[in-house]
C-alpha cells in the first residue's frame, strides 16, 4: 500500500494506492465539513491538489442522521478524490462525549463508502490524569477488540488503527505494547496518533515531538502513519521529519474565521500585516486593507485560500528537501520560527543525538552538507559516520597518532590549496598515522577525508564553547577507542582559529591521564 520513492530522517516521499487514486506523502487531508464548506471540496483537488481529505463520520450524523447503504459520501461532498472519516472521536476530545457507540460509527462509514475509516476510540487530553487517561486507553483497547469483527466483514474500506495515550509518553508505550502483545495491528492497514489537537494549541511540540517519536519508533514502518490534528505549516517539516506520512488539519479555516493569516513562520492577524508576504492568487490580487474591507464571508474564504496554498507550498518545499537530502537543514531554519519550536528542536537533538533519525537518511547523498552551528554536530549523516568510525576503523600505527589541527577549513579543501603540507603528511604516513580535529565532527582519520559525509561540507561559523565541549567529547571518544600510545597535536598552515582549537584540545588532554605532546609538523 506505501512505496518509498525517497527519504530523509524520518520523512518520506512515497506512493499511496488508495481507491481514489494514489496519493503521494507527505500530505495534509484538508478538513471539510460534511455539508457548510466555503470552499467546495472538489476545488482541493483541482485548486490546490489535495487528493486526500477528511470528514468526521460523527458530523454527518449530526447533520444528515443515520446514513443509509444508499448514501455515499463522495456524492454528498461532490468530491471524487480519497476520503478518510473521523470517527467522532475529535468531538470525545473537545466536547468530552459523543452519542454514538463505537458499532454505530463504523457503520456511518461503511454506508457512507469511506476510503479510509477509523474506529471511534477514546482519546487522552494532556488534562487527563493518569488514571484517568490510563482507563481510556484500557477503554480504546477494548474497542480495538470489539471491532474487529465488524472491519473484518468490510475488507473494501482501509482501516485505521488509532494510536492513544497523549502526552504520558509511558501510556503510549504501554498501549503500543498491548495492541502489539494482543495481535490486533494486523487488522488494520493505516495508523493514526491522536489526542494531539490540545498539545498543539498549547504549542506544546516538545511533547508532540516525543509522541510522534514514540509511536514511529514503535510501529512497523511498511504501514502509512497519519497525525491528527497537525495544525499549522509552521510544524509540518517537523511532524514529517519524525515519520508521520499524512495528517489532517482544519486550521486553515479556522484561522480564517479569525482572520488569522498563516505564513511558514508563524501568524498574522489581517490588521497587522501591511503588505501580504505571498504572491499566491489571493494575494497577488488583494491587499490586507483591502481584504479587511470585504464582507466576512468572502474575506474568510479568501484568508482561507491562501492558508490552504501557503500549506501546500510547503509541503512542495518538504518534498524538495527530502528529494535533495537536506530535510535536516529546513528544521534548522523552521526551528527558529518559534520559541517553542526552537526548544522542541533541541529536545530532538539533545534527547537522541540523532541516531533516531538515522532511518530513512540515504548512507550517501550527492549534495555538500550545510553546517551552522552546534546543532549541526548531531545531524544523523555525522552521527552515523562517527559510529560506523569508531566501530570500524583500524589505526595504521598503533603507537602514534598526529593531531592536525586546521581550524574551520576542510580537510579535503586544506590539503588541496596546501600541496606541501599534503607532501610532508604524506612522506610521514608510514611513520605515523594522521587524524584532522574537525570542528563538528570530532577527529577524522586523513584516510577517510574524502569520503561522505566528510568530504562534502559547508561550514563558516564562530566556534562556540558548546561546539569546542562537543569537539572534545568525540575526540577523546576517539583516543580511547583507536588506544594509541602517544598524542602529537599539530596546529597547522595559518587557517581561522586552528591554533584556538589545538588549545583548547592541549588543556583537555593535560586535565585527562592521556598522553601527548604539541609540537610544529616540521619537527616531526
Ligand atoms: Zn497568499
Redesign the pocket.
Known amino acids: 500500500m506505501i512505496e518509498v520513492i525517497s527519504s530523509d530522517l524520518h520523512g518520506r516521499i512515497a506512493k499511496l494506492s488508495l481507491p481514489k487514486g494514489d496519493v503521494i506523502t507527505p500530505t495534509l487531508l484538508p478538513v471539510i465539513d460534511p455539508k457548510e464548506n466555503i470552499i467546495p471540496p472538489q476545488d482541493m483537488i483541482n485548486k490546490f491538489g489535495f487528493n486526500f481529505v477528511i470528514t468526521s463520520a460523527y458530523l454527518y450524523y449530526k447533520r444528515f442522521g443515520m446514513p443509509s447503504n444508499s448514501d455515499d459520501i463522495h456524492k454528498t461532498l461532490n468530491f471524487d478524490g480519497n476520503i478518510m472519516m473521523d470517527s467522532g472521536a475529535y468531538q470525545v476530545l473537545v466536547y468530552g462525549d459523543v452519542d454514538i457507540d463505537p458499532i454505530q460509527s463504523l457503520t456511518i462509514q461503511t454506508n457512507l463508502k469511506t476510503d479510509v475509516g477509523v474506529i471511534l476510540d477514546v482519546p487522552t487530553p494532556p488534562t487527563d490524569a493518569y488514571t484517568q487517561a490510563k482507563e481510556k486507553i484500557v477503554e480504546t483497547i477494548k474497542r480495538v477488540e470489539g471491532s474487529l469483527t465488524y472491519i473484518e466483514t468490510h475488507p473494501e474500506i482501509i482501516w485505521t488503527l488509532p494510536i492513544q495515550g497523549g502526552k504520558n509518553i509511558h501510556l503510549l508505550r504501554e498501549y503500543i505494547q498491548t495492541i502489539k502483545q494482543k495481535d490486533l495491528i494486523k487488522a488494520f492497514n493505516f495508523h493514526a496518533l491522536g489526542s494531539v489537537a490540545p498539545i498543539m494549541s498549547q504549542y506544546d511540540f516538545t511533547s508532540l515531538f516525543s509522541m510522534i517519536k514514540t509511536a514511529r519508533e514503535m510501529l512497523p514502518h511498511n504501514i502509512p502513519f497519519h497525525l491528527f490534528g497537525a495544525g499549522h505549516p509552521m510544524i509540518f517539516p517537523f511532524v514529517v521529519a519524525l515519520g508521520s506520512d499524512t495528517f489532517d488539519s482544519a486550521a486553515y479555516i479556522l484561522y480564517a474565521k479569525e482572520d488569522r493569516y498563516m505564513t511558514t513562520s508563524g501568524t498574522y492577524h489581517l490588521s497587522e500585516l501591511i503588505e ?1 508576504p ?1 504572491s ?1 492568487e ?2 497577488s490580487k488583494w491587499t490586507p486593507k483591502e481584504l479587511l474591507e470585504l464582507d466576512k464571508e468572502t474575506r474568510t474564504r479568501n484568508i482561507a485560500i ?1 492558508n490552504l ?2 500549506s501546500q507550498a510547503e509541503i512542495k518545499n518538504i518534498k524538495v528537501s527530502i528529494n535533495d537530502g537536506n530535510l535536516w537543514e529546513l528544521l534548522e531554519r523552521r526551528a527558529k520560527s518559534h520559541p517553542s519550536l526552537f526548544k522542541a528542536f533541541k529536545y530532538i537533538i539533545d534527547e537522541h543525538k540523532g541516531s533516531f533519525l538515522e532511518y530513512g537518511t540515504p548512507v550517501t547523498k550527492q549534495i555538500g552538507l550545510k553546517v551552522y552551528d552546534e546543532d549541526s554536530f548531531y545531524r544523523p549523516e555525522y552521527t552515523r559516520a562517527r559510529t560506523q568510525l569508531y566501530k570500524t576503523f583500524q589505526p595504521k600505527n598503533s603507537n602514534l597518532v598526529i593531531l592536525i589541527s586546521s581550524g574551520q577549513k576542510n580537510p579535503t579543501e586544506f590539503l588541496y590549496s596546501r600541496q606541501d603540507l599534503k607532501k610532508l603528511i604524506l612522506s610521514l604516513s608510514d611513520k605515523y598515522d594522521f587524524a584532522f580535529l574537525v570542528p563538528f565532527i570530532g577527529l577524522l582519520p586523513i584516510e577517510l577525508v574524502e569520503t561522505f559525509p566528510f568530504s562534502q561540507y559547508v561550514f563558516s561559523s564562530i566556534i562556540s564553547e558548546e561546539m569546542l565541549n562537543s569537539l572534545w567529547f568525540e575526540v577523546s571518544t576517539f583516543i580511547s577507542k583507536m588506544k594509541y600510545n602517544q598524542h602529537i597535536i599539530c596546529p597547522i598552515g595559518n587557517e581561522e582559529e586552528a591554533e584556538e582549537m589545538a588549545a583548547y584540545i592541549q588543556l583537555k588532554l593535560k586535565n585527562s591521564d592521556i598522553p601527548f605532546k604539541y609540537d610544529s609538523i616540521s619537527d616531526l
Do not use: E, G, N, Q
Request: charged share 0%; hydrophobic share 40%; glycine share 0%.
Open positions: 501580504f505571498c499566491c489571493i494575494c491562501h496554498y501557503v
